[in-house]
């Protein structure tokens, strides 16, 4: 593993208690940062923050990214337990499941939405005025290639991350004089119990679109993720990484 210095940078990792939140973590604290884990489910906190206390330091906030409040409040409680804030990945996501536009589950296009983009948009709202009054910063959203292409049966999915494509380019211009730098990492597939969610014929048409013919690894998405929080990311702002093996066209 290629070494990253993050040492002393407080972290927030969204959706962090499992998946590629916990591997991001995992990668967060062997670079030195302290991590604060944010996610809706407290017993998968609890556990990700026991199994994690040996590599760092780790605090958790029980927190739902729907609502703006509650994501202001655990933004406080982090910079107040940790000291300050550095640095925020806003991972947490959801599927929605799979069907045609004209099919979907209203619920389920509302659902997604709220989790997958104003999620993101609530964190930044609540995490960029720590950052600003430190005067240094790296955000990145974990956005999709679906966001690029747009997936069929999967309209949801696919429009709440073009929206975080689209958000990161904004707020990338917008923070470009002020130290802080905003990326998105736009993967293919990564294998995480997420593929739970959707239907096998939907992972099947995904497979079947990569190249590499397999779904990428959640260490995979760690190492770029980590080097993308680091101040060595200096001159990169509002761009989408691709990590999509060989699927990106653009």
Not at 19 to 44: K, N
Not at 133 to 144: D, K, T
Request: hydrophobic residues 45%.
């Amino acid at each position: 593993m290629n070494t990253i210095d993050l040492l002393n940078r407080v972290a927030i990792v969204t959706g962090g208690a499992r998946g590629i939140g916990r591997a991001i973590a995992e990668r967060l604290l062997a670079s030195g940062a302290r991590v604060s884990l944010w996610d809706l489910d407290a017993a998968a906190l609890a556990t990700a923050a026991r199994e994690l206390q040996g590599a760092g330091t780790v605090h958790t906030a029980t927190v739902n990214l729907a609502d703006l409040a509650a994501v202001r409040a655990a933004a406080d409680a982090t910079a107040a337990a940790l000291g300050r804030i550095d640095i925020l990945v806003n991972n947490a996501g959801i599927t929605g499941g799979n069907a045609k536009t004209w099919e979907l589950n209203p619920e389920d296009w509302r659902r997604v939405i709220e989790v997958n983009l104003h999620g993101p948009f609530h964190c930044c709202h609540a995490v960029v005025p720590h950052l600003l009054r430190n005067g240094y910063g790296r955000i990145v959203n974990i956005a999709s290639i679906a966001g690029k292409e747009g997936n069929p049966n999967a309209a949801h999915y696919s429009v709440s991350k073009a929206g975080v494509i689209a958000l990161t380019k904004s707020l990338g211009k917008e923070l470009a004089t002020s130290n802080i730098t905003v990326n998105a990492v736009a993967p293919a597939v990564i294998a995480t119990d997420m593929l739970q969610q959707m239907t096998q014929a939907h992972i099947d048409y995904m497979l079947s679109k990569i190249p590499m013919g397999r779904f990428g690894k959640k260490e995979e998405a760690a190492a770029l993720v980590a080097w993308l929080c680091s101040e060595e990311c200096s001159f990169s702002t509002g761009a989408v990484f691709d990590l999509s093996g060989g699927r990106a066209t653009y």
